[in-house]
């Protein structure tokens, strides 16, 4: 296991603790992976590795708690009345990027790449990370919300893990 995965692992495991570590583990794995591919294709990222990695995981980790309901888009996993889907909740329309449900409710690794583009998009627009988790949950960085505050602090915690670990 790299740090990297390990840093995110350790944070995700104290967040949510009532989550087993191998599905923790499973889930970052296939996240690093994803942020990886995303940063070597030409898309690229706006934000290094470990800051993406960190940001992707603090929207999933409010957004499904990591639950293999919401990965699988089981009643009980869907928001927004079933217009978003998977472990980052991503809705319905441009951001499911021509993806049917049924592909996107299948592949872990599409949800977090679906997730992750939308977390860029907002990023692009802004850098703040207050901005981006506004306009990740709203899709306007101007609106408040409590969904948005939460996944700003699991991103701190996460980010600070990395830190720790002198990853970056």
């Known amino acids: 296991m790299t740090n990297l995965i390990a840093a995110i692992v350790l944070a995700l495991h104290t967040i949510l603790p009532r989550v087993p570590m191998d599905r923790v583990e499973s889930v970052t794995t296939d996240l690093v992976q994803v942020i ?9 990222l706006e934000v290094s590795t470990e800051v993406a990695s960190a940001m992707l995981a603090g929207a999933i980790a409010h957004e499904s708690g990591l ?26 329309g441009i951001n499911w990027e021509g993806h049917s449900r049924t592909e996107i409710c299948s592949d872990r690794k599409l ?3 679906l997730s992750l583009r939308v977390l860029n998009r907002c990023i692009g627009r802004s850098p703040q990370p207050e901005f981006v988790f506004r306009c990740y949950t709203a899709g306007d960085g101007g609106v408040h919300s409590k969904a948005a505050r939460s996944e ?14 002198k990853l970056i």
């Open 36 to 44: 990886e591919e995303e940063a070597a294709s030409d898309q690229g």
């Open 67 to 92: 639950q293999e309901s919401a990965e699988n888009c089981k009643p009980s996993g869907v928001g927004d009345g079933g217009r978003s889907v998977g472990l980052g909740q991503v809705m319905n």
């Open 111 to 113: 949800q977090l790449r």
């Open 152 to 165: 700003y602090y699991f991103f701190t915690r996460i980010l600070k893990n990395i830190n720790d670990l």
